[in-house]
């Protein structure tokens, strides 16, 4: 292998998002996002964001000081302001996605069509993070 070609990635496995009321937040991914929740408690809550990647939500200022486990330490971590994440969903759902968005009082703050034929529409959790959900045509990759 040449020393300056990293081994590959298979994915991105966890994204984090840190909140300010965890019940709020779990409610809004479970009930409005569709996500289920895998593991919970009171610093993190843990849920599925579909082919097995997770959509972490980290109570703000919980992982400050980091995590001592049985099996070893995990390092201090933690966001502030506005974060970002996307969602993929098939293009023939983004209709529903409207639809589904304005029945829960979810503006749409924008809407993009992509030079690749994809289309991403951009609103926010109650948090203030970017959400984005993405059709295929976004990037070279998807």
């Not at 070609?5 to 019940?23: C, G, N, Q, S, W």
């Not at 610093?43 to 400050?64: E, P, Y």
């Not at 506005?82 to 983004?94: G, T």
């Amino acid at each position: 292998m040449n020393p300056a070609t990293a081994p590959p990635i298979t994915r991105i496995l966890e994204t984090a998002l840190y909140v300010d009321d965890m019940d709020r937040a779990v409610a809004f991914y479970r009930d409005v996002m569709g996500l289920a929740v895998l593991d919970a408690g009171p610093r993190l809550v843990a849920m599925d964001g579909g082919q097995a990647t997770l959509l972490l939500l980290f109570k703000r200022g919980a992982t400050r000081d980091g995590v001592r486990t049985p099996s070893g330490d995990i390092p201090p971590h933690d966001g502030v302001g506005p974060a970002h994440v996307a969602f993929a969903v098939a293009a023939s759902d983004l209709a529903a996605w409207d639809r589904h968005l304005e029945a829960h009082r979810i503006a749409i703050e924008s809407r993009i069509t992509w030079a690749r034929g994809g289309t991403s529409l951009y609103f926010r959790d109650p948090d203030g993070h970017s959400i984005e959900l993405a059709s295929p045509g976004l990037w070279a990759t998807y």
